[in-house]
T-cell receptor, first 111, second 115 residues
Framework: SQKIEQNSEALNIQEGKTATLTCNYT??????LQWYRQDPGRGPVFLLL?????KEKRKERLKVTFDTTLKQSLFHITASQPADSATYLC??????????FGAGTRLFVKA | DAGVIQSPRHEVTEMGQEVTLRCKPI?????LFWYRQTMMRGLELLIY????????DSGMPEDRFSAKMPNASFSTLKIQPSEPRDSAVYFC?????????????FGPGTRLTVL
């Protein structure tokens, strides 16, 4: 069956360090992979999209990699700040623009 | 643009009652998605529309759920009759399909509690 897994339910890191979140999938061949941020009581907010033919995408302190052989995406936040504390969701676009979301990883950045 | 608008923000109802959730997508967007989020199951796609036409409703849990999009600026998700297990946060999202991107803009959600 098709499955998306995000590593660990929670990740605790110290301010200034790099946070690395993992998204693994099985039985998909997605054309795109997206990362969203969700704060408590709010809807997800789009951060980055990476296409299957792209290895890496950057936006300010954010970096996403996409390895279609390993069926894995890594999401990095460099120089992390307490304001980066949130839940991060990866999402795969399957056929027909249908989007499937992972369960999310909660990130806590301590000052 | 005010973003995706959902109403009500909170709804508390009793089992067996009809519940209607409303969504106004971002003007000009051609896709609209309804999701349900719970702690146990995460964010699940229920149904999505393209240019007001339902494309995939395979995520709708059962016949008690129905969704309509009578025009480009309005959509409803109805649950009739409601059950306690329908308690969740329901999100509406819209997107404009350009260049292959499916960046979705989410509304603030409706927190539904069925007693």
């Amino acid at each position: 069956s098709q499955k998306i897994e995000q590593n660990s339910e929670a990740l605790n890191i110290q301010e200034g360090k790099t946070a690395t979140l993992t998204c693994n999938y099985t039985n998909y061949s997605p054309a795109y992979l997206q990362w969203y941020r969700q704060d408590p009581g709010r809807g997800p907010v789009f951060l980055l999209l990476i296409r299957e033919n792209e290895k890496e995408k950057r936006k300010e302190r954010l970096k996403v990699t996409f390895d279609t052989t390993l069926k894995q995406s890594l999401f990095h936040i460099t120089a992390s700040q307490p304001a980066d504390s949130a839940t991060y969701l990866c999402a795969l676009e399957t056929g027909g623009f249908k989007t499937i979301f992972g369960a999310g990883t909660r990130l806590f950045v301590k000052a | 643009d005010a973003g995706v608008i959902q109403s009500p923000r909170h709804e508390v109802t009793e089992m067996g009652q009809e519940v209607t959730l409303r969504c106004k997508p971002i003007s000009g967007h051609d896709y609209l998605f309804w999701y349900r989020q719970t702690m146990m199951r995460g964010l699940e796609l229920l149904i999505y529309f393209n240019n007001n036409v339902p494309i995939d409703d395979s995520g709708m849990p059962e016949d008690r759920f129905s969704a309509k999009m009578p025009n480009a600026s309005f959509s409803t998700l109805k649950i009739q009759p409601s059950e306690p297990r329908d308690s969740a946060v329901y999100f509406c999202a819209s997107s404009l399909r350009t260049g292959g991107s499916n960046e979705q803009f989410f509304g603030p959600g409706t927190r539904l509690t069925v007693l």
